[in-house]
């Protein structure tokens, strides 16, 4: 399975001091070294982290697989068009959350989102949907014709170990069993961490992992390279 590592909470920090650092492209390419498969980050509508010079830099510097994570907005079309990510994500952003909550709603959104991708892909850009681990959404994605679909795993990430955390993680195979049915790569994300991860990592459907904020933490206290290879080591758990 592969990794792909979130870096936004490395130019979290340096905003809350609203300083030069640490330096998100630095923490990207140390990440790829010790193993990450690809490198994520949100340019959101308030820039409360990444900033287009943290994207420019990313483009010129990753050797791996640049995920673009976004709204599906004029304005942020605009950029990926210009900047040109391997892959962009769109996902849904309100500016009271303190993180992304929930997947977009691709069923509701169909008559715009449809559109929207088709001109990023007709760029040569992969585009893939953050969604909720419900069939009609991933049956409308597929429908759009995106690339990819990213299962949130947030709810299930959030939950103890019982029985509602097994019906969530249940959600979770049936929705991918059901997305790779359709030809869809499959991959899933949100509030995993080294010790909730497991579980998500024995699903055969799903390829990828985007996990940002448990990586950055672990990376606090040993370094990028360690917390990137212990969890790259439980990533090869199938």
Wanted: glycine fraction near 8%; include cysteine; charged fraction near 25%.
């Amino acid at each position: 399975m592969r990794l792909a590592v979130n870096i936004d909470h490395f130019a979290t920090l340096r905003e809350a001091r609203k300083q030069t650092e640490p330096e998100p492209v630095l923490a990207a390419l140390l990440a790829e070294q010790a193993g990450a498969d690809g490198i994520v980050c949100h340019l959101r509508s308030d820039r409360r982290h990444i900033k287009e010079r943290d994207l420019l830099l990313l483009r010129e510097t990753v050797k791996t697989k640049l995920n673009l994570e976004m709204a599906a907005t004029a304005e942020m079309q605009k950029i990926a068009l210009k900047i040109k990510p391997d892959v962009v994500s769109l996902v849904p952003e309100r500016l009271e959350e303190l993180t992304t909550e929930g997947g977009l709603n691709v069923v509701s959104g169909r008559v715009h989102l449809g559109p929207f991708s088709r001109k990023l892909r007709k760029a040569g850009i992969k585009v893939s949907i953050f969604i909720d681990p419900e069939v009609t959404q991933i049956r409308t994605a597929s429908e759009l014709g995106v690339d990819f679909v990213e299962i949130n795993t947030g709810k299930y990430a959030d939950l103890r170990p019982g029985i509602a955390r097994d019906e969530a993680l249940a959600q979770i195979i049936e929705a991918a069993e059901y997305g790779r049915g359709l030809g869809l790569e499959i991959h899933a994300g949100h509030g995993l961490d080294y010790h909730n991860v497991l579980p998500i990592v024995a699903i055969p459907q799903i390829s990828e992992l985007s996990i940002g904020f448990s990586i950055i933490a672990r990376a606090a206290i040993v370094g990028v390279e360690k917390a990137v290879k212990e969890m790259k080591a439980l990533l090869v758990k199938r």
